[in-house]
């Protein structure tokens, strides 16, 4: 078994790889309000898990206000997105 060792647990994590969205996402701030193709996935299930995530900030992506949706279209999975512009606040979501 393995030694015990006390210490702190470091800042939890907000998803694996979750930096990847910050730079997939980034074009879609040139063009407010369109939407995009984002991700396909193999299943509906993960993409809208996807989705879900990165609506709920599961994920980092970027300062602003954003929406995504799930859809299956002819049989591939997609994640949409589209960048709505800066939060109210001037600060990251």
């Not at 930096?19 to 193709?37: D, F, G, N, Q, Y």
């Not at 993960?46 to 299956?72: D, K, M, S, V």
Request: hydrophobic content about 35%; charged content about 25%; glycine content about 12%.
């Amino acid at each position: 078994m393995d030694e015990i060792r006390w210490e702190d647990p470091p800042p939890k994590a907000t998803g694996s790889g979750s930096r990847v969205w910050v730079t997939k996402l980034a074009p879609l701030r040139e063009h407010p309000k369109r939407w995009a193709s984002v991700a396909i996935f193999p299943t509906s299930s993960q993409a809208a898990n996807a989705a879900g995530a990165l609506r709920g900030g599961h994920y980092h992506r970027g300062p602003g206000r954003w929406e995504f949706a799930a859809r299956t279209v002819e049989g591939e999975h997609h994640v949409y997105a589209r960048y709505l512009g800066p939060d109210e606040n001037g600060g990251a979501l």
